[in-house]
């Protein structure tokens, strides 16, 4: 008979696998069942040409599985993912439900519960634009320092993104520069700020080089008492007044520093003959410093 003629044929073959199949039904039936939650990462292929997605998807899902020890265990530390093909679809609204049946589980393992099991997809038409970079800054820069200029290079971007938010932006912003405690022009490196949006910058653009000029706050000081004295020695001669006062520009940091010690005033009366005369007094001042007035202008000197 023909089913005699198939259990010779071959029987020892027929006989391992036999075996094998008994061995794995005892070991997948028999072995103690586990119920463990898992992550599985989320990916969305083959989204069509001139599209873009424009929600937030989440990357992962939570599931709960059920089913022998070991395998649970394997799936945790192997990993899968749950792929999602968005091949011809159209611009709109999608709503992608995930049954137990769609998830890459082995044999023996059931999904029991799926969060979230809906996934909502926004698809929009893929729109790039031209923006104005705006740097954005946090911190103070030093006391009597102030900013006097900012660039930005490059100053304008080109973004690809969903079509409503594209036309929404009017410019986009820089991650944020500290100028904390800052008294001298500083350079920094960094991004544009895209958390929120589903933007990206077109070409392979990396960063955005900002360059902050500080300057000290300019100001002005009357400084008195300054003492008037001779240039030349051991000439026969009185002046009036003894002392003058100065007005100085400069930073204001520096400004307050200032020791009447730290100005020199002096007269000359080379050349000068007996009489009386109203000479310019010289003034030498600290370096960073600019002389605005002297007062008196002139001293009276009565040569002898």
């Given at each position: 008979?023909?089913?005699?003629?198939?259990?010779?044929?071959?029987?020892?073959?027929?006989?391992?696998?036999?075996?094998?199949?008994l061995?794995?039904?005892?070991?997948?039936v028999?072995?103690e069942?586990?119920?463990?939650?898992?992550?599985?990462?989320?990916?969305?292929?083959?989204?069509?040409?001139?599209?873009?997605?424009?929600n937030?998807?989440?990357?992962?899902?939570?599931?709960?599985?059920?089913?022998?020890?070991?395998?649970?265990?394997?799936?945790?530390?192997?990993?899968?993912?749950?792929?999602?093909?968005?091949?011809?679809?159209?611009?709109?609204?999608?709503?992608?439900?995930?049954?137990?049946?769609?998830?890459?589980?082995?044999?023996g393992?059931?999904?029991?519960?799926?969060?979230?099991?809906?996934?909502?997809?926004?698809?929009?038409?893929?729109?790039?634009?031209?923006?104005?970079?705006?740097?954005?800054?946090?911190?103070?820069?030093?006391?009597?320092?102030?900013?006097?200029?900012?660039?930005?290079?490059?100053?304008?971007?080109?973004?690809?993104?969903?079509?409503?938010?594209?036309?929404?932006?009017?410019?986009?912003?820089?991650?944020?520069?500290?100028?904390?405690?800052?008294?001298?022009?500083?350079?920094?490196?960094?991004?544009?700020?895209?958390?929120?949006?589903?933007?990206?910058?077109?070409?392979d653009?990396?960063?955005?080089?900002?360059?902050?000029?500080?300057?000290p706050?300019?100001?002005?000081?009357?400084?008195?008492?300054?003492?008037?004295?001779?240039?030349?020695?051991?000439?026969?001669?009185?002046?009036?007044p003894?002392?003058?006062?100065?007005?100085?520009?400069?930073?204001?940091?520096?400004l307050?520093?200032?020791?009447?010690?730290?100005?020199?005033?002096?007269?000359?009366?080379?050349?000068?003959?007996?009489?009386?005369?109203?000479?310019k007094?010289?003034?030498?001042?600290?370096?960073?410093?600019?002389?605005?007035?002297?007062?008196?202008?002139?001293i009276?000197?009565?040569?002898?």
């Open positions: 008979m023909r089913w005699q003629a198939f259990f010779r044929k071959n029987w020892v073959l027929k006989l391992i696998s036999l075996a094998f199949a061995l794995l039904w005892f070991f997948v028999g072995e069942k586990a119920e463990i939650s898992i992550s599985l990462p989320l990916e969305l292929v083959n989204i069509p040409s001139g599209l873009v997605i424009a937030d998807i989440p990357s992962s899902i939570n599931v709960r599985v059920y089913g022998p020890r070991s395998m649970i265990r394997a799936l945790a530390v192997q990993g899968v993912l749950k792929v999602i093909d968005l091949r011809d679809t159209a611009p709109g609204n999608i709503t992608v439900h995930i049954t137990p049946n769609s998830l890459p589980l082995p044999a393992v059931r999904a029991m519960r799926i969060e979230p099991s809906n996934i909502e997809i926004v698809l929009e038409p893929l729109l790039r634009s031209n923006f104005r970079v705006k740097p954005v800054f946090t911190g103070s820069v030093a006391r009597g320092y102030k900013i006097l200029k900012v660039e930005v290079h490059p100053s304008r971007v080109v973004l690809s993104g969903p079509e409503k938010e594209i036309k929404s932006l009017e410019e986009i912003k820089t991650l944020p520069v500290d100028l904390s405690g800052a008294s001298g022009t500083i350079v920094r490196e960094v991004g544009l700020d895209l958390q929120a949006l589903h933007v990206v910058p077109a070409g653009l990396e960063s955005i080089e900002v360059t902050v000029y500080i300057i706050i300019q100001g002005t000081r009357r400084i008195t008492h300054i003492p008037v004295t001779l240039k030349e020695t051991g000439a026969h001669v009185s002046w009036w003894k002392i003058v006062s100065v007005r100085l520009l400069g930073p204001t940091i520096k307050k520093k200032v020791k009447t010690t730290d100005i020199e005033t002096k007269i000359s009366v080379k050349g000068l003959q007996r009489g009386t005369y109203w000479v007094p010289e003034c030498s001042i600290p370096p960073g410093f600019t002389l605005l007035k002297v007062i008196p202008k002139k009276r000197v009565t040569v002898y």
